[in-house]
Structures are given as structure tokens and as C-alpha cells.
Nanobody, 117 residues
Framework: QVQLVESGGGLVQPGGSLRLSCAASRSIFSINAMGWYRQAPGKERELVATITSGGRTNYADSVKGRFTISRDNAKNTVYLQMNSLKPEDTAVYYC???????????WGQGTQVTVSS
């Protein structure tokens, strides 16, 4: 089992940047994949970006070229660098961790990102 704690959310103007962090309670070296998802009011949770233990990344089309996911195994942390933010990026952002061998997925509590002038 792993606990995930997100941080770094806040209020930012359109065109601005934020970096989200997801700190894990144990080593992320053995976690097969970690990702960021978001949920806006009245909408379903959607994938933003994922990264595998081998460093392979995947992005939603809506964030390609603007967001970058990375992982620091030494710090047990996954990051989401968000640039050129738009009002439609406003949502609660959640981090998750997936263990393929035991078919387990863990979620953090979420962090609010609001893009508004």
C-alpha cells in the first residue's frame, strides 16, 4: 500500500504556470505507473498524463506541448509541470499509482487548480 499527497495547486492567471507534486509514502521505484488525472465540476475524472517506471510518458491531447510529467525516484515524487494554463484546465488534480502485479491503484486526495483572471 502507498499513500500519495499532492501539493502545488492554487490560483493562477491564464498563461501562467504551476508545478504539482505528488509525494509517495514509500519508494516509487517499484510502482509500474504513476499519473495525474483531473476532475472539473460536473465532469468525469479524466487522464492528464502518465509515466511508467521506465520513463515512458503519455499525455491527453488537450495538454500536449503544455504539460510535462516527470518522476524523481530518489525523492519518491512525481511532478506535473503545467505551462500556458487555460481556464479550461481548472479542476481538482489527482495523483495515482498503479501496481500491475497486484492490480492495485491508489489515489491521493487531490489539489485544486484554478485558472482565472
Amino acid at each position: 500500500q502507498v499513500q500519495l499527497v499532492e501539493s502545488g495547486g492554487g490560483l493562477v492567471q491564464p498563461g501562467g504556470s504551476l508545478r504539482l507534486s505528488c509525494a509517495a509514502s514509500r519508494s516509487i521505484f517499484s510502482i509500474n505507473a504513476m499519473g495525474w488525472y483531473r476532475q472539473a465540476p460536473g465532469k468525469e475524472r479524466e487522464l492528464v498524463a502518465t509515466i511508467t517506471s521506465g520513463g515512458r510518458t503519455n499525455y491527453a491531447d488537450s495538454v500536449k506541448g503544455r504539460f510535462t510529467i516527470s518522476r524523481d525516484n530518489a525523492k519518491n515524487t512525481v511532478y506535473l509541470q503545467m505551462n500556458s494554463l487555460k481556464p479550461e484546465d481548472t479542476a481538482v488534480y489527482y495523483c495515482n499509482a498503479v501496481y500491475y502485479a497486484i492490480a492495485a491503484t491508489y489515489w491521493g486526495q487531490g489539489t485544486q487548480v484554478t485558472v482565472s483572471s
